[in-house]
C-alpha cells in the first residue's frame, strides 16, 4: 500500500537521526521499527543517516547471522520514508556515488537535516 500520499497531507513528521552501522547495534533496527511505526500512524517519516549510519541502506547486504537491515529501510522507502545520507560521512566511507545504494536513498549535506529541524518535526536520533 502506498502511504506516501496520506502522509504528505499530515503536517506531523518524525525525523530520525540515525549514527551506527547496521549489526554494530541495535539502533538501526530500533529506527527502523520507530519509523514503521510512524508511517502507520500517519506521520511523515525522514531519516538522516550520519556517521556510520551511512552503511545501513547499502545495496547487496548479505548478513548470515542478521536479519537484513538494508531490505527494512527498502520497506521504508516503498512506504513514503524519506532516506538522506551525509555526503562527507559516505565520501569519508568509500562511497562516492548513489550506486551503492538502494533506489531512494539520496547523498546529500548536513543543511538538509538542518532545514529539517527547523520544520515542526519530532527529533530522535539513535547512536551512540
Not at 500517519?42 to 538522516?48: A, C, E, N, S
Not at 527494512?72 to 560521512?89: M, P, S, W
Amino acid at each position: 500500500m502506498d502511504t506516501s500520499n496520506k502522509n504528505s497531507l499530515n503536517n506531523k513528521t518524525m525525523v530520525i537521526v540515525l549514527l551506527d552501522g547496521p549489526y554494530i547495534s541495535q539502533y538501526a533496527e530500533i529506527g527502523y521499527k520507530m519509523a514503521e511505526a510512524a508511517l502507520n500512524r500517519g506521520y511523515q517519516v525522514k531519516i538522516f543517516l550520519y556517521m556510520d549510519g551511512v552503511h545501513i541502506p547499502q545495496k547487496d547486504q548479505n548478513p548470515r547471522d542478521f536479519q537484513n537491515v538494508s531490505q527494512n529501510f527498502k520497506d521504508l522507502i516503498k512506504k513514503g520514508a524519506e532516506i538522506k545520507a551525509c555526503i562527507r560521512c559516505a565520501a569519508a566511507r568509500g562511497y562516492v556515488d548513489q550506486s551503492n545504494y538502494l533506489d531512494g536513498v539520496k547523498i546529500t549535506s548536513v543543511y538538509d537535516l538542518a532545514e529539517w529541524m527547523k520544520k515542526d518535526s519530532k527529533i530522535i536520533t539513535l547512536g551512540r
